[in-house]
């Protein structure tokens, strides 16, 4: 086995940390204050030529591996959790599904703009009635003509109110007495497509959280993405490698957690010596530094048989579950060494704690993936 990163990714590491370091973390605290979405941010990472990193350079992409993907995830989330998940979800469910299941003309027509950062990436999957259970889905697409007729509405979506283009699921039909499901391409301004962006958040404040309303909505059949009665398939093959993205930001806000955890503790003193010198304290940034590297190396693993073209489903479940929960441990923890200035905004790790619950829930809370690893391992 060789651990060892790749010069290129070396080089992408080395980027898009100073980058984070100098454009994203500064103004990460009042974003967060004002709900303010990163958009010179992304403009900023469009000029660097990150938007379409792991897509096809035909397409105006990078033609990068997922463990590249992995990293950028994990420093952009290390300054800022909301500037992470907006670009996890922009590449791994806005991009990736168009690369995988996309027509060549869908690609030419919907993932160039990702890859350029003209568009930014959505997915429309989950629903009032569809969160867990996304086979619950609603929301229906109906022939007319050369077209589909789509009705219902969408809940929990990522950066929607900056994407020009997003695929989603709907019926389309049934299929031996069950739902046929399938994906189809919407421009988001076509005629009767509403983003209502009103969410009351916890925490990631600054990303783009839209409920999505569908009213007679018409798009043509050539929109159809894939097979028709295949979307569900498809969109659980494209949460696979949006796990991959959930883990990798869970490593990034659980690593700057960890870093204002040992920082804090080495300066303030309390009973005439460091908090640093305690050992309570030693042994919370011990097992911090532990488990934050058994994270990256699962999340690492997982991007790796994805690159190689193997089975991943197990391994992006397990590490987006471990990396999740541990990211809400080592979180909580930063916020008790912090004592009571821990739960003020100014020191950050308040925002780290309250940033890090979602990982837990979005793309299939941890209670799925325990389903998922369970299957997986033979269990049914």
Not at 192 to 201: A, H, P
Not at 257 to 270: D, G, S
Request: with cysteine; aromatic share 8%; hydrophobic share 40%.
């Amino acid at each position: 086995m060789n651990f060892e990163l790749t010069e290129e990714q070396k080089m992408i590491l080395r980027t898009i940390r100073e980058f984070s370091d100098a454009e994203v973390a500064p103004g990460a605290l009042e974003r967060d204050r004002n709900k303010q979405f990163p958009t010179e941010i992304f403009k900023k990472l469009s000029e660097l030529g990150m938007m379409g990193l792991p897509f096809p350079e035909e397409y105006g992409g990078a033609g990068a591996d997922t463990i590249s993907f992995a990293i950028v995830v994990e420093e952009l989330s290390r300054a800022c959790g909301s500037t992470g998940i907006t670009y996890s979800a922009h590449i791994s469910l806005g991009g990736a599904p168009i690369n995988m299941f996309g027509t060549k003309e869908q690609k030419e027509k919907f993932l160039t703009p990702i890859c350029t950062g003209e568009s930014l990436g959505a997915f429309g999957l989950t629903e009032p009635n569809a969160g867990s259970d996304a086979g619950g889905t609603k929301t229906t697409a109906v022939v007319d003509g050369n077209d589909f007729v789509i009705n219902g509405n969408k809940c929990f979506i990522t950066n929607a109110s900056y994407a020009k283009h997003l695929a989603l699921t709907a019926i389309t039909g049934e299929l031996e007495g069950n739902k046929e499901i399938s994906a189809i391409i919407v421009p988001t301004n076509t005629k009767g497509f509403s983003v209502i962006d009103n969410y009351e958040k916890l925490g990631l404040h600054s990303s783009n959280t839209t409920e999505l309303v569908l009213e007679d909505v018409r798009v043509p059949q050539e929109n159809l993405l894939g097979e028709r009665g295949k979307g569900f398939k498809q969109f659980l093959v494209t949460l696979d490698g949006g796990r991959i993205g959930i883990g990798a930001m869970a490593v990034g806000i659980a690593q700057a957690a960890f870093e204002k955890a040992l920082e804090y503790a080495k300066e303030r003193k309390q009973f005439g010596r460091s908090l640093s010198e305690f050992q309570v304290t030693q042994f919370k940034i011990a097992d911090m530094a532990m488990k934050i590297e058994l994270a990256r190396n699962m999340v690492y693993k997982a991007a790796w048989l994805k690159d190689q073209g193997r089975p991943f489903t197990k391994e992006a479940a397990m590490c987006k579950l471990y990396a999740s929960e541990i990211c809400m441990e080592i979180t909580n923890q930063a916020v008790q060494i912090h004592g009571g200035n821990g739960y003020m905004r100014d020191y950050h790790v308040e925002r780290f704690m309250r940033d890090a619950k979602l990982l837990e829930i979005g793309e299939g809370t941890s209670e799925v993936q325990r389903m998922v690893i369970s299957r997986e391992v033979g269990c049914n």
